[in-house]
């Protein structure tokens, strides 16, 4: 009897917390929307202006919640700025444009330098010995709940939101693969699309260490040949800034990364060339 009433205050006090954050979220989705922070989404994330209205609203109020979830830290002297916030948010949320309202839970907070950052790794040598090798840095994403920024390359990746380059859709697909519990080029997804899924991002793989092995050119950056978290993590930047040359170049990988976000970015350039 007693370990029943325990159960049953258990499964109350977890319907209050659910019910509780489903209103604080409604309240904070509800909030305006202030008039500068949407200035630097027009002028800092060129797709923004190419969006629906309802895509705007929605992407909106998802970077409220990302702002009042998530915490940033200036790192190397760098001063946090709205323009910092708002710019890598809306990148972040873009992401997120139709998959509901989880703003990456398991991010806590991001760290932003004002360029490249230093980072030293311990790596195996052709001896067996371990040393230390320092890299220079644009961006990471930890598992811990960080994710750390490079701004000059923040800014390098909006200037030209069509290269197919862009550090926060990178990093923060990163995110989105870790949901699984493994960043590994699979992402959580629906129960009957692993199958479809492995197969169409494993061909793809092997043919871009092929191609890469050889110097032949891709549409995908040769840096997603590293492994499979590293291609879903290129395959995201080229499905939002590159989608129609990634739709001719790799049609079904093209179709499954379009299932998963549920969304056509060539609906944004259309619309941008039509302008």
Not at 3 to 8: A, G, K, S
Not at 150 to 165: A, I, L, M, P, R
Not at 169 to 183: P, R
Not at 238 to 259: D, S, W, Y
Request: with cysteine; aromatic share 12%.
């Amino acid at each position: 009897m007693a370990v029943t009433i325990f159960l049953l205050i258990v499964a109350a006090g977890a319907i209050l917390f659910i019910y509780q954050t489903f209103l604080r979220d409604k309240w904070i989705r509800q909030k305006p929307f202030p008039a500068q922070h949407e200035a630097i989404l027009s002028c800092n994330l060129p797709v923004y202006p190419a969006l629906g209205e309802d895509q705007q609203h929605r992407l909106k109020q998802l970077i409220l919640l990302f702002l009042t979830r998530k915490q940033f830290y200036g790192c190397a002297g760098l001063e946090i700025t709205d323009e910092i916030r708002i710019t890598i948010a809306g990148q972040a949320c873009l992401l997120l444009l139709n998959k509901g309202w989880q703003t990456y839970p398991k991010l806590l907070s991001v760290l932003v330098y004002p360029s490249a950052f230093r980072a030293e790794r311990d790596q195996m040598q052709d001896n067996g010995t371990v040393a230390i090798a320092r890299h220079d840095l644009l961006g990471e994403s930890w598992s811990n709940g960080k994710v750390i920024l490079s701004w000059d390359d923040v800014e390098k990746g909006v200037s030209d939101f069509g290269d197919g380059h862009n550090v926060v859709l990178h990093e923060f697909a990163h995110q989105l693969d870790g949901l699984s519990g493994s960043t590994n080029g699979a992402p959580p997804l629906r129960s009957n699309s692993y199958q479809s899924w492995a197969r169409v991002f494993t061909e793809n793989f092997e043919d871009l260490r092929h191609r890469s092995q050889r110097g032949l050119a891709t549409v995908i950056d040769q840096y997603g040949a590293t492994n499979p978290a590293e291609f879903f993590a290129v395959a995201t930047e080229a499905f939002f800034e590159q989608p129609r040359q990634l739709q001719k170049a790799r049609p079904e990988l093209f179709a499954e990364l379009q299932a998963y976000y549920r969304l056509d970015p060539r609906e944004w350039q259309r619309s941008t060339e039509n302008d």
